[in-house]
C-alpha cells in the first residue's frame, strides 16, 4: 500500500480564508465560482464551467472508465430582500434552509443592482429599553426580523432612492477566527471548508505525482443549499459519486471535531453501501479518525445526483461541525482528516471494475453484501442465502 502524500494545512487555511472573504449565497456565486477556477489552473487541472457556473475538472488517471466524481458546493446560505417596508426597514426571505434565530444580530451586506449597502438583521422588538421582556415574547421566524440599513433612511422611498429593490442579495458576514487550539471558527465552513480541503487533497495528488487510477471529477456545484446541487453535473461515465459536506456535531450524533464522518444515511435515504464501506476500510488502514454517522435533517449533492437519474453509487464525507447553518465551528483536525481520507479514495481503485458496464443478464459481476455465514433463527425457519443464489444461477444455465 502506498503511502498518502501530506496535505498542505498552510494552504488549506489560507484557501478557506480567501473564499470566506467573497460572499456568495445561492444565486450570488459567480466571484467565487471564478476564484476557485483560478485555483485549479494553478494547480494545472483542466475544467470546465457550466452556463451557471458548476466547475467540472478532470484528475487524469491510468484509465478513463469507469470514472469517479467528487463534489463539494460553493454556494453558502444567505437571505433576499422580500419587501421594502414603510419604514424603509427590509424584510427579508431565508436562501437555503436556515433558521432566523441564527441571523439576528448579524452584520450583512445587500447587494443593489447598483452598488453594495451595509445594514444589520434584527428582530422587531430590538431595544431592550424600549421592550423590556416583551422581547423575549417575540416569535422566531422570517416575518419577525428586519434589516436595517446604515443610511439615512426613514420610508420605503427613502430606500428605493437607495437603489434597494426587491430581490437584492443579503450576504452574512463570516466573521472568521482561526485559534492557537486550532479551532476554526465562521459563518459559511458550510462548505467552504469541504472546497478548501478537496483543493488541498487535489494539490497534494498533483504535488507527489502520482496517478491516480482511474479519471476523478471534482465538481464545485452552487446550488446545494437549494437542493438542486450536482443535478446536471456529470456528463461523463461516472460510477462513483462522493459529496463533501459538513458532519453536524450535536447531541445524538456520533460526529466529532477531530474526525471525518462517512455518512451512512440521510434524508434522502441510505448511502450506497459498498462505496461507504470502501471510504471506512480506507481510513482504516491508513490511521485517518472517523465516525460513522447518520444525519436526519441534511441533504447533499450525491442526493441530487441520484435524484436527477444518474445510476451511481454515492457516499458521503463531512468534516465535524459545531453549530452548523449557524457561527460555525470545526477544528484543523477534522479537515486535514477529510483531506487525506480524500486523497486515500481518489488513490484508490473502483469498488468495482465491472461497474463501467451493467450486469446485463448475469449474476455473476454483481455485488454481494451478505459476505459472511448470516445466521436467521425464528419459529419460522428461512431457507439458507446460498441455496436461493444456486437456484438462480441453475435457472440461467
Known amino acids: 500500500m502506498q503511502s498518502l502524500p501530506e496535505p498542505d494545512l498552510d494552504y488549506l487555511q489560507k484557501v478557506l480564508l480567501e473564499m470566506l472573504a467573497i460572499p456568495s449565497p445561492t444565486g450570488f456565486t459567480d466571484t467565487i465560482v471564478r476564484y476557485v477556477a ?41 437571505a433576499i430582500v422580500r419587501v421594502v417596508q414603510d419604514n424603509g426597514r427590509l424584510g427579508l426571505a431565508p436562501i437555503g434552509h436556515w433558521s432566523s434565530r441564527f441571523a439576528e444580530g448579524s452584520r450583512v451586506s445587500v447587494f443593489t443592482d447598483h452598488g453594495v449597502l451595509r445594514g444589520s438583521v434584527l428582530p422587531l422588538l430590538a431595544s431592550g429599553h424600549a421592550f423590556n421582556t416583551a422581547i423575549d415574547e417575540l416569535p422566531v421566524s422570517w416575518d419577525h426580523v428586519e434589516l436595517r440599513l446604515d443610511a439615512i433612511t426613514t420610508t420605503r422611498a427613502d430606500s428605493e432612492c437607495l437603489g434597494v429593490s426587491v430581490g437584492d442579495f443579503v450576504a452574512f458576514d463570516p466573521l ?3 485559534t492557537e487550539s486550532g479551532h476554526i471558527s465562521a459563518r459559511h465552513l458550510d462548505d467552504k471548508a469541504g472546497v478548501a480541503a478537496l483543493l488541498a487533497s487535489l494539490k497534494a495528488i498533483v504535488d507527489s505525482g502520482i496517478e491516480p487510477p482511474i479519471d476523478c471529477h471534482p465538481l464545485f456545484t452552487i446550488t446545494e443549499e437549494v437542493g438542486s446541487g450536482a443535478a446536471g453535473a456529470l456528463p461523463w461515465d461516472v460510477s462513483e459519486f462522493v459529496g463533501i459536506d459538513i458532519a453536524p456535531v450535536a ?103 465491472s461497474d463501467a458496464q451493467p450486469a446485463e443478464g448475469s449474476l455473476e459481476r454483481f455485488s454481494h453484501q451478505l459476505e459472511h455465514d448470516a445466521q436467521m433463527e425464528s419459529e419460522t425457519r428461512v431457507p439458507c442465502v446460498d441455496s436461493l443464489l444456486n437456484t438462480l444461477d441453475t435457472k440461467e444455465k
Open 251 to 353: 447531541p445524538g450524533q456520533q460526529s466529532n471535531e477531530h474526525a471525518v464522518s462517512v455518512a451512512l444515511h440521510d434524508s434522502g435515504g441510505p448511502y450506497d453501501y459498498h462505496l461507504s464501506r470502501q471510504l471506512l476500510r480506507l481510513a482504516s488502514e491508513n490511521d485517518i479518525p472517523v465516525r460513522r454517522d447518520l444525519f436526519r435533517y441534511y441533504h447533499s449533492d450525491a442526493q441530487s445526483a441520484v435524484t436527477a437519474g444518474h445510476d451511481i453509487r454515492t457516499a458521503l464525507l463531512a468534516f465535524g461541525c459545531d453549530a452548523t447553518h449557524g457561527y460555525e465551528r470545526t477544528h484543523i483536525d477534522s479537515l486535514a482528516a477529510l483531506t487525506r481520507l480524500i486523497s486515500a479514495y481518489l488513490l484508490s481503485p473502483p469498488v468495482f471494475a
Open 38 to 78: 483560478e485555483r485549479l489552473h494553478e494547480l494545472g487541472i483542466p475544467f470546465e464551467m457550466t452556463r451557471r457556473g458548476t466547475i467540472r475538472a478532470t484528475l487524469k488517471g491510468k484509465r478513463y472508465s469507469p470514472d469517479r466524481a467528487i463534489s463539494a458546493h460553493l454556494d453558502t446560505i444567505g
Open 176 to 178: 472568521p477566527e482561526f
